[in-house]
């Protein structure tokens, strides 16, 4: 049904989805607290709850915890790099070798890694970011 005046209601500009995961359920909640003004954010408190979740939605951000019982969030990476190419991929991780992170960026292309303790600031904008960058890739893409 129309308005009585004719004009059709302005919408609301459509946010970004980000997918989080953290086996941590204190940590989501405050990730997705801080994310959510800005981002259409949804959870999974494990690598397999997240690769179901990766079937049957798009996000242009993926944001996940590197060790968690059940699943390692690098081998994630790794593995939603392959099979979603143009989304971008954020590690959080307590581990500081060098060599792991140098290895962790290059398998998994990472837009970024973020070492624990996270600066909620810092996540989000890491996560603008990522999403720019994702429609940047997705438009150049597609000409």
């Known amino acids: ?70 699943g390692n969030g690098m081998s994630f990476l790794v593995r939603a790099r392959e099979e979603y190419p143009h989304m971008q991929r954020v590690l959080v991780t307590g581990y500081m070798k060098p060599e792991m992170l140098l290895r962790s960026v290059n398998e998994a292309a990472l837009f970024r890694y973020l070492l624990k303790p996270v600066s909620l600031g810092e996540l989000v904008k890491v996560a603008q970011d990522a999403a720019k960058l994702y429609d940047q890739t997705v438009v150049a893409s597609a000409n």
């Open 1 to 70: 049904m129309n308005p009585p005046d004719g004009k059709m209601p302005a919408t609301a500009p459509q946010k970004n989805h980000v997918l989080l995961i953290d086996d941590e359920s204190a940590l989501l909640d405050v990730y997705g607290a801080a994310l959510s003004p800005y981002f259409e954010v949804t959870t999974a408190t494990s690598v397999r709850e997240a690769e179901f979740i990766l079937h049957k939605k798009q996000f242009k951000v993926v944001i996940a915890d590197h060790l968690m019982p059940g």
